[in-house]
């Protein structure tokens, strides 16, 4: 427990954990119910699930450390503390998947202290499962037991984001990776359009996750890449640069063997277009 003047608070690891529990609960309440629709940009909404989500994972972590600052999906930056906590929220990843009755989606919650993600969550709304990191091992919480993440490449399935923007069109394109043949020939595709997939790739589940775009105070990915590089993944922009570096985007990948082999096909399209 940590103690702050004469009040005992629950620790950062506890926090995470209820807070991304608290949204998984209420997107669970929504599924296949009638929901609002709120128009964000063009292909883009949230919905009533989304917005309630946000609020009760708020309601969490403003209960237990009012002086942090929390930046959401939905309502954006709140809190005006100076103590260099940020909360990176994001209630419903697979918003659309959800809409339509499709039970791909994750609730993500990251905290990050001086820049560095300490503790971050990854909750799995229909499974019952937490995938979640304390900053120093990686673990998957189900029915209130935790197993340790095992990166494994063994599948060869890997994840890619289809979903724009795509600063780096130009060099780079998944979609083009897709149709490569040396991309067939090593590994087998998969496009399950939400985040939770990066939380796969710690757990073993995916050899890899691959996206484009500029991911620095991502809501989206700030939990799945502490998740990924605390079990021991390999974890760069899609340059080989440190992640948030360089071109930007993701390569997340159980080992090097198959980073390489990524960043080896990622380069063949630079050459190429070259």
Same mark, same amino acid.
């Given at each position: 427990?940590?103690?702050?003047?004469?009040?005992?608070?629950?620790?950062?690891?506890?926090?995470?954990?209820?807070?991304?529990?608290?949204?998984?609960?209420?997107?669970?309440?929504?599924?296949?119910?009638?929901?609002?629709?709120?128009?964000?940009?063009?292909?883009?909404?949230?919905?009533?699930?989304?917005?309630?989500?946000?609020?009760?994972?708020?309601?969490?972590?403003?209960?237990?450390?009012?002086?942090?600052?929390?930046?959401?999906?939905?309502?954006?930056?709140?809190?005006?503390?100076?103590?260099?906590?940020?909360?990176?929220?994001?209630? %419903?990843?697979?918003?659309?998947? $959800? *809409?339509?009755?499709?039970? /791909?989606?994750? #609730?993500?919650?990251?905290?990050? @202290?001086?820049?560095?993600?300490?503790?971050?969550?990854?909750?799995?709304?229909?499974?019952?499962?937490?995938?979640?990191?304390?900053?120093?091992?990686?673990?998957?919480?189900?029915?209130?037991?935790?197993?340790?993440?095992?990166?494994?490449?063994?599948?060869?399935?890997?994840?890619?984001?289809?979903?724009?923007?795509?600063?780096?069109?130009?060099?780079?394109?998944?979609?083009?990776?897709?149709?490569?043949?040396?991309?067939?020939?090593?590994?087998?595709?998969?496009?399950?359009?939400?985040?939770?997939?990066?939380?796969?790739?710690?757990?073993?589940?995916?050899?890899?996750?691959?996206?484009?775009?500029? %991911?620095?105070?991502?809501?989206? $990915? *700030?939990?799945?890449?502490? /998740?990924?590089? #605390?079990?021991?993944?390999?974890? @760069?922009?899609?340059?080989?640069?440190?992640?948030?570096?360089?071109?930007?985007?993701?390569?997340?990948?159980?080992?090097?063997?198959?980073?390489?082999?990524?960043?080896?096909?990622?380069?063949?399209?630079?050459?190429?277009?070259?």
């Amino acid at each position: 427990m940590e103690v702050y003047g004469l009040c005992v608070s629950i620790t950062d690891q506890e926090l995470v954990l209820e807070a991304a529990e608290a949204g998984a609960a209420v997107v669970r309440s929504y599924y296949g119910s009638s929901l609002t629709r709120f128009q964000k940009s063009a292909g883009d909404f949230a919905t009533t699930a989304d917005v309630e989500a946000e609020k009760a994972i708020i309601d969490v972590l403003r209960a237990a450390r009012p002086d942090d600052v929390v930046l959401g999906e939905e309502g954006g930056r709140t809190g005006n503390g100076a103590n260099d906590r940020l909360w990176l929220v994001d209630p %419903l990843c697979g918003t659309l998947n $959800f *809409a339509v009755r499709n039970m /791909l989606a994750s #609730v993500n919650v990251a905290l990050r @202290t001086n820049g560095q993600a300490t503790v971050a969550a990854s909750a799995d709304p229909f499974t019952n499962e937490v995938f979640w990191t304390d900053g120093a091992d990686a673990y998957v919480r189900r029915d209130g037991a935790d197993e340790r993440l095992a990166p494994s490449s063994e599948s060869r399935l890997v994840d890619v984001n289809l979903d724009p923007p795509f600063p780096n069109h130009g060099v780079f394109s998944a979609a083009r990776m897709l149709a490569d043949e040396e991309f067939i020939g090593q590994f087998r595709p998969r496009v399950v359009s939400t985040t939770l997939a990066v939380a796969w790739v710690a757990a073993g589940r995916r050899a890899a996750y691959v996206t484009d775009g500029d %991911l620095r105070n991502s809501v989206h $990915f *700030a939990a799945g890449i502490a /998740l990924c590089q #605390v079990a021991g993944c390999v974890v @760069t922009g899609i340059d080989g640069q440190p992640i948030h570096t360089g071109a930007g985007g993701l390569v997340a990948a159980a080992d090097e063997k198959t980073h390489a082999a990524l960043l080896t096909l990622i380069a063949n399209q630079r050459l190429r277009r070259d």
